[in-house]
């Protein structure tokens, strides 16, 4: 599953790539000269949970948005001190992805630089990268908002926007992003459409050969939680703030889906001046009502990561070195709301599987299998 700066990044050159096909030959869909772009989103942190780095490759495609792992390579950041931490690649997670030594987290203050060998004998390395401190969240207000641009019934229409307050460091050139995480306990883990019911040992659906209008839902085997992210960048600079206390910074809207509290995980970092550089240019392109084409096409490659052995290469991706600063809570989805609105709850389709009566050998359980947007591990600080 591509990772959301992996989305972003192929999104605009997607678009790219359609303007440029309009010119160019193409033959059975590829591009005739067969570009592909290494992407590296390497991420080192204060916080041991956020280290990693995942190593890609854009498919060669132009209807095509997939990115393929580049595996066995050897990975591994130096400090200013000179000392050597090694990322392996590991399973369990998504094919590429290379994680340090159990415990490890980078250090305020430190410099670290990121060296890649592909197992093709290509080589990358970044720029040295010093990791700022971040403040801490001071205050979080949530509040309801309706946006009557969408109409009744519209799940867009009303929400809880999320608001921060903060003390910027006295420090010019300070530069900050926000991330949010949600995690929302399930009880389906499987659902068989067109007929289809779920094959236990291959951990799939199996469809019929004439497909129906049928749809079977399966219990999970145990606590599950479904994982939602932001799919915005949200970035900011200290450029006209510096030293001053920041009130109101909006950072989130959480949907109006249900009643039940919302579990809510939010990230203040503070990056440097070479991630704010590379993910402004990503919002001017991806989130811009403007032209995508108003950015130099350069600004879509990396800012800080180039190739030893070919320079001329063109990279993707961030070499983020950050610190970060966490809040949890939840938000209160019974206040605050006027009158006249109503939760959009979604309903899920189709009928639970169950087995019949004693019926030796049957199951209708799935298991909850772990991944980028699911997880049978109890949240950090959950309550409920």
Known sequence: MPTKLTSYIFLSFALVFMTWACINPIKDFAQIDSTSYMTIEADIVNDPSLCKIRLTSSANKIMSVLSLPVTKADVYIVDQAGTKTTFKEVTGVAAG??????????????????????????QYQSSPEEMNPVPEIENIVTQFEVLDQYSQGDVRRAGYTVYLDFKDSPKEGDYYMWNWKHYEPISICASCGGGGT??????????????????????????????????????????????????GRQVARAPFDNYTPYYFRLEQRGISKNAFTFYQSLIAQVQSSGSLFDVPAETRFSVNVKSVTNPTEKILGIFNVFSVSKKIFYIDRTKGIPPGEKAFIPQVPGEMFFCPGVSPGCQDRVPCFEGPTRTKITPEGWTL
């Open 97 to 122: 992805t290379y994680l340090p030594p159990t415990g490890f987290a980078g250090k305020v203050g430190s410099t670290y630089q990121l060296y890649i060998k592909t197992l093709d004998g290509r």
């Open 198 to 247: 779920w094959n236990f040992r291959q951990n799939t659906c199996i469809t019929p050969a004439v497909a129906t209008d049928q749809i079977l839902n399966y219990t999970c085997d145990g606590k599950c939680w479904d994982i939602m992210t932001n799919n915005d960048l949200n970035v900011f600079s200290d450029v006209l703030t510096n030293g001053q206390r920041i009130v």
